[in-house]
């Protein structure tokens, strides 16, 4: 494991450790932001500690995160993107389906990425050319038709899905990505991923030796200075084989957009 990716994992797990002291089972207060999504005090305590560990480790490094940081001033050629707590919605209703996201990307791309779900003891780590482990044991991606499809509670109502693949919503795009580099599912689909959703999941999908792609629309990578990364939504389409892809994109087709 490199010094980055090793920095990026034991991150995430301190991360975790202060969204831990927040958790609880009941539940806790959120508010919604103006796309809608929920936030706790909780993802800007993550944010922050974040931040503020790799401004002390990588000084000469941008970070581009959800809470904190939205967009890029300036080219970026060494960048860290993050999302302090990925699964806001689980967590602030007391479901165990949440972690942490940290990216590293090279020239816009992504290089690394390290995810930590603390409730389920899940610690994803990958590395473009080394690639995807689950708590260190290598990941590999499987296309077998008992795998299920992972998606979002988007693509549920707003497309037609003849996919013969057993269907789950967990509530977490970053998971969702996971679930496919790990052979639990074959493909997943998340409509509104955000780029700090995917960036980590990204690598651990395709050092897993699967694909990703975007289902409509430009990609996200390279990212580039002055893109409101905020307001950008990228339908992420992810799968074990790029056959799987197009067998997706024939099966989920839209019904009310």
């Given at each position: 494991m490199s010094e980055r990716l090793l920095f990026a994992a034991e991150l995430a797990r301190r991360a975790a450790d202060t969204l831990c002291r927040y958790y609880s089972p009941d539940?806790?207060?959120?508010?919604?932001?103006?796309?809608?999504?929920?936030?706790?005090e909780a993802d800007v305590a993550a944010d922050r500690l974040i931040a503020a560990a790799l401004g002390e480790a990588y000084p000469q490094d941008a970070i581009l995160s959800e809470e904190l940081q939205q967009s890029l001033d300036a080219p970026a050629p060494s960048l860290?993107?993050?999302?302090?707590?990925?699964?806001?919605?689980?967590?602030?209703r007391?479901?165990?389906h949440w972690g942490v996201s940290i990216a590293y990307l090279q020239d816009g791309w992504p290089?690394?990425?390290?995810?930590?779900?603390?409730?389920?003891?899940e610690l994803y780590t990958a590395q473009r050319g080394a690639g995807a482990f689950l708590n260190g044991a290598p990941l590999?991606?499987?296309?077998?038709?008992?795998?299920?499809f992972f998606c979002c509670s988007r693509t549920i109502q707003h497309y037609r899905l003849t996919l013969?693949?057993?269907?789950?919503?967990v509530g977490s795009a970053a998971y969702d990505l996971c679930a496919v580099g790990r052979g639990v599912a074959s493909m997943s689909l998340d409509m509104t991923c955000k780029v700090w959703d995917i960036a980590a999941g990204w690598v651990v999908v395709t050092e897993a030796g699967g694909v990703v792609e975007m289902f409509a629309g430009p990609a996200p990578f390279p990212l580039s200075a002055g893109q409101p990364y905020d307001r950008l939504s990228f339908p992420?389409?992810?799968?074990?084989?790029?056959?799987l892809l197009q067998?997706?994109?024939q099966k989920i087709v839209a019904i009310n957009l």
């Open positions: 539940g806790l207060p959120a508010v919604r932001k103006a796309d809608h999504t929920l936030v706790t860290w993107v993050i999302d302090p707590l990925d699964g806001t919605t689980n967590f602030s007391g479901l165990r290089e690394l990425g390290a995810i930590y779900f603390p409730l389920l003891n590999h991606v499987d296309s077998s038709p008992d795998a299920f013969t693949n057993k269907c789950r919503v992420t389409l992810a799968a074990a084989s790029p056959q067998t997706a994109r």
